[in-house]
Protein backbone atom coordinates (compact mmCIF):
# COMPACT_ATOMS: atom_id res chain seq x y z
CA UNK A 1 0.00 0.00 0.00
CA UNK A 2 1.25 3.33 -0.94
CA UNK A 3 0.60 6.45 1.77
CA UNK A 4 1.35 9.49 1.23
CA UNK A 5 2.67 11.87 3.91
CA UNK A 6 0.64 14.27 5.33
CA UNK A 7 2.21 17.68 5.50
CA UNK A 8 0.41 20.84 6.57
CA UNK A 9 0.45 23.46 4.43
CA UNK A 10 3.05 26.24 4.54
CA UNK A 11 2.33 29.31 6.82
CA UNK A 12 3.19 32.32 5.06
CA UNK A 13 4.86 34.83 7.13
CA UNK A 14 2.86 37.40 8.91
CA UNK A 15 -0.42 37.03 11.31
CA UNK A 16 -3.02 34.33 10.51
CA UNK A 17 -5.16 34.48 7.71
CA UNK A 18 -8.50 35.24 9.83
CA UNK A 19 -6.67 38.02 11.53
CA UNK A 20 -5.75 39.44 8.23
CA UNK A 21 -9.33 39.82 7.63
CA UNK A 22 -10.42 41.12 11.51
CA UNK A 23 -7.61 43.91 10.90
CA UNK A 24 -8.76 45.07 7.51
CA UNK A 25 -12.70 45.65 8.92
CA UNK A 26 -10.72 47.34 11.89
CA UNK A 27 -9.13 49.65 9.46
CA UNK A 28 -12.43 50.07 7.12
CA UNK A 29 -13.83 50.77 10.91
CA UNK A 30 -11.48 53.66 11.29
CA UNK A 31 -11.77 55.05 7.91
CA UNK A 32 -15.49 55.30 7.84
CA UNK A 33 -15.15 56.89 11.76
CA UNK A 34 -12.78 59.46 9.96
CA UNK A 35 -14.76 60.26 7.29
CA UNK A 36 -18.46 60.35 9.59
CA UNK A 37 -16.14 62.87 12.02
CA UNK A 38 -14.60 65.26 9.07
CA UNK A 39 -18.38 65.24 7.28
CA UNK A 40 -19.44 66.70 11.45
CA UNK A 41 -16.43 69.11 11.85
CA UNK A 42 -17.58 70.86 8.60
CA UNK A 43 -21.51 71.00 8.81
CA UNK A 44 -23.26 74.26 8.93
CA UNK A 45 -23.70 75.90 11.80
CA UNK A 46 -27.22 76.71 10.51
CA UNK A 47 -27.80 73.65 10.24
CA UNK A 48 -26.86 72.39 13.90
CA UNK A 49 -27.44 75.12 16.12
CA UNK A 50 -30.68 76.36 13.90
CA UNK A 51 -30.41 79.98 12.50
CA UNK A 52 -33.79 81.89 13.09
CA UNK A 53 -34.72 85.84 13.09
CA UNK A 54 -34.07 87.39 16.06
CA UNK A 55 -36.89 87.28 18.44
CA UNK A 56 -38.53 90.45 19.49
CA UNK A 57 -41.00 90.90 21.95
CA UNK A 58 -43.06 94.57 21.23
CA UNK A 59 -45.81 93.98 23.98
CA UNK A 60 -43.25 93.63 26.67
CA UNK A 61 -42.72 96.43 28.27
CA UNK A 62 -39.61 95.44 30.14
CA UNK A 63 -38.20 94.82 26.54
CA UNK A 64 -35.20 97.17 25.39
CA UNK A 65 -36.94 99.72 22.96
CA UNK A 66 -35.67 99.41 19.17
CA UNK A 67 -33.37 102.98 18.07
CA UNK A 68 -34.78 103.33 14.91
CA UNK A 69 -34.93 107.14 14.32
CA UNK A 70 -38.13 108.75 12.04
CA UNK A 71 -35.55 110.99 10.58
CA UNK A 72 -32.59 111.02 8.67
CA UNK A 73 -30.68 112.92 5.75
CA UNK A 74 -29.59 112.04 2.06
CA UNK A 75 -25.89 110.57 2.17
CA UNK A 76 -25.58 110.57 5.91
CA UNK A 77 -25.40 106.98 7.53
CA UNK A 78 -28.39 106.02 9.94
CA UNK A 79 -27.58 103.87 13.04
CA UNK A 80 -30.41 101.32 13.89
CA UNK A 81 -30.37 99.47 17.21
CA UNK A 82 -32.63 96.94 17.99
CA UNK A 83 -32.45 94.09 20.36
CA UNK A 84 -33.49 90.19 20.53
CA UNK A 85 -33.15 87.84 23.18
CA UNK A 86 -35.17 85.63 25.71
CA UNK A 87 -34.13 83.57 28.48
CA UNK A 88 -30.63 82.65 26.72
CA UNK A 89 -32.09 80.87 24.09
CA UNK A 90 -30.57 82.70 21.59
CA UNK A 91 -26.90 83.83 20.93
CA UNK A 92 -25.92 86.55 18.07
CA UNK A 93 -25.19 85.21 14.49
CA UNK A 94 -25.31 87.94 12.37
CA UNK A 95 -26.67 91.36 11.43
CA UNK A 96 -28.22 92.23 7.95
CA UNK A 97 -29.62 95.25 6.17
CA UNK A 98 -29.85 97.06 2.99
CA UNK A 99 -31.48 100.02 0.92
CA UNK A 100 -33.04 100.45 -2.52
CA UNK A 101 -34.15 103.73 -3.10
CA UNK A 102 -36.59 104.77 -0.08
CA UNK A 103 -37.17 100.81 0.71
CA UNK A 104 -34.92 99.49 3.45
CA UNK A 105 -34.86 96.37 5.41
CA UNK A 106 -33.21 95.24 8.78
CA UNK A 107 -32.64 91.73 9.54
CA UNK A 108 -31.44 90.21 13.39
CA UNK A 109 -30.19 87.07 12.79
CA UNK A 110 -29.89 84.66 15.78
CA UNK A 111 -28.36 81.08 16.70
CA UNK A 112 -31.30 79.01 18.47
CA UNK A 113 -29.69 77.24 21.42
CA UNK A 114 -31.97 74.03 21.75
CA UNK A 115 -31.85 73.52 25.31
CA UNK A 116 -29.87 76.02 26.62
CA UNK A 117 -32.75 78.43 27.74
CA UNK A 118 -33.38 79.63 31.03
CA UNK A 119 -35.02 81.95 33.29
CA UNK A 120 -32.55 84.69 33.25
CA UNK A 121 -33.59 87.74 30.83
CA UNK A 122 -30.51 87.87 28.24
CA UNK A 123 -30.80 91.03 25.31
CA UNK A 124 -28.93 91.05 22.05
CA UNK A 125 -27.95 94.11 20.37
CA UNK A 126 -28.25 94.46 16.55
CA UNK A 127 -27.05 97.30 14.91
CA UNK A 128 -26.62 98.38 11.49
CA UNK A 129 -26.34 101.51 9.62
CA UNK A 130 -28.52 102.49 6.42
CA UNK A 131 -27.75 104.97 4.13
CA UNK A 132 -30.41 106.56 1.65
CA UNK A 133 -29.68 108.08 -1.48
CA UNK A 134 -33.29 109.26 -2.06
CA UNK A 135 -35.21 112.39 -0.60
CA UNK A 136 -38.94 111.68 0.23
CA UNK A 137 -40.79 109.19 2.87
CA UNK A 138 -38.81 105.91 3.43
CA UNK A 139 -39.91 102.82 4.92
CA UNK A 140 -37.96 100.66 6.99
CA UNK A 141 -38.85 96.87 7.23
CA UNK A 142 -37.40 94.90 10.62
CA UNK A 143 -37.94 91.30 9.86
CA UNK A 144 -38.46 89.25 13.18
CA UNK A 145 -39.51 86.61 15.12
CA UNK A 146 -42.60 87.30 16.97
CA UNK A 147 -43.01 83.90 19.09
CA UNK A 148 -41.42 81.82 21.63
CA UNK A 149 -40.61 78.63 19.46
CA UNK A 150 -38.39 75.38 20.99
CA UNK A 151 -37.54 74.08 17.37
CA UNK A 152 -36.39 76.42 14.64
CA UNK A 153 -38.93 75.00 12.44
CA UNK A 154 -41.79 76.70 15.04
CA UNK A 155 -40.29 79.94 14.70
CA UNK A 156 -42.98 82.57 13.16
CA UNK A 157 -41.27 85.57 10.95
CA UNK A 158 -42.57 88.97 11.76
CA UNK A 159 -42.58 91.91 9.71
CA UNK A 160 -42.78 95.56 11.41
CA UNK A 161 -42.76 98.46 8.76
CA UNK A 162 -41.06 101.80 10.55
CA UNK A 163 -41.66 105.36 8.45
CA UNK A 164 -38.63 108.00 7.83
CA UNK A 165 -38.38 111.07 6.79
CA UNK A 166 -35.24 110.79 4.17
CA UNK A 167 -34.31 115.09 4.17
CA UNK A 168 -31.78 116.34 1.37
CA UNK A 169 -28.77 117.19 2.43
CA UNK A 170 -27.84 120.93 2.94
CA UNK A 171 -25.00 121.56 0.65
CA UNK A 172 -24.56 125.36 1.74
CA UNK A 173 -24.50 124.34 5.68
CA UNK A 174 -20.90 125.53 6.53
CA UNK A 175 -19.21 122.21 8.27
CA UNK A 176 -18.12 122.54 11.83
Not at 44 to 52: A, H, K, L, M
Not at 96 to 112: K, N, Q, T, Y
Not at 121 to 138: C, S
Request: hydrophobic share 35%; aromatic share 10%.
Amino acid sequence: MNSIPFTPGARSAGTHPGRKRQALRHLATLAVAIAAAGLLACEDPEESRGIVFGRIDFDDPDWPLQQIPDTATVGVPLEITVWTGGSGCYEYAWTEGGVDGRSAWFRPIDFLIVGGCSTHREFIEHRTTLVFEEPGTAEIVLWHSDGWAIRREDHDQGRKVYTVEVAEADEGRPSS
